[in-house]
């Protein structure tokens, strides 16, 4: 199935925008975007289990300049959760002109070479960019889907159903 990409992309970031400020998400940035196209679009995506993988599954690496609008921006980050420490990734999606809506401590805004300069959780390692996939890419794959649960409470849940955390 096919979806517009830049219907897609707007409902997107109209509904990441919505919650700036929200600490829901507080180190599930992947949940967080993923919600974001998913809920705002009635689809769902087929990425990886956390950022890092999404960024090796979708090649972010490939494109390293200032992501386009609707993108979505991958970061490596490095740090333990669950008992373990590796790259677990961080995502924001891009609202253009440099800008990415992301959850970190919260849901903000942030030019996107800003986010290596962010506070680290404990015992993790500054971000380090890694580059953009277009939502194009991200939207392969994706089937319909009508979401009935909270995107918070359902975010949590899945979480807790992967990692055990």
């Known amino acids: 199935m096919s979806f517009d990409v830049e219907t897609c992309g707007v409902n997107a970031v109209t509904w990441a925008l919505a919650r700036e400020g929200s600490t829901a998400y507080a180190t599930r940035c992947l949940a967080f975007v993923e919600d974001a196209i998913e809920r705002s679009n009635d689809l769902e995506l087929f990425g990886g289990d956390d950022a890092a993988e999404s960024a090796r599954l979708y090649a972010a690496s490939v494109n390293t300049g200032e992501p386009p609008v609707h ?3 991958f970061y490596e980050s490095v740090g333990e959760l669950f008992g373990e420490r590796r790259d677990w990734g961080h995502v924001g999606l891009s609202l253009g002109h440099g800008r990415v809506v992301h959850a970190w401590d ?50 949590m849940r899945m979480q807790a159903e992967r990692f055990g955390g």
Not at 109 to 120: N, T
Not at 141 to 151: F, H, I, L, N, S
């Open 71 to 73: 993108a979505l921006a």
């Open 106 to 155: 919260r849901v903000r805004v942030d030019d996107y070479r800003d986010l290596e300069a962010l506070r680290p959780a404990p015992g993790g390692e500054p971000l380090r960019w890694v580059g953009w996939v277009p939502l194009a890419r991200a939207l392969e794959g994706a089937q319909p889907r009508v979401w009935d649960e909270d995107a918070a409470t359902a975010a």
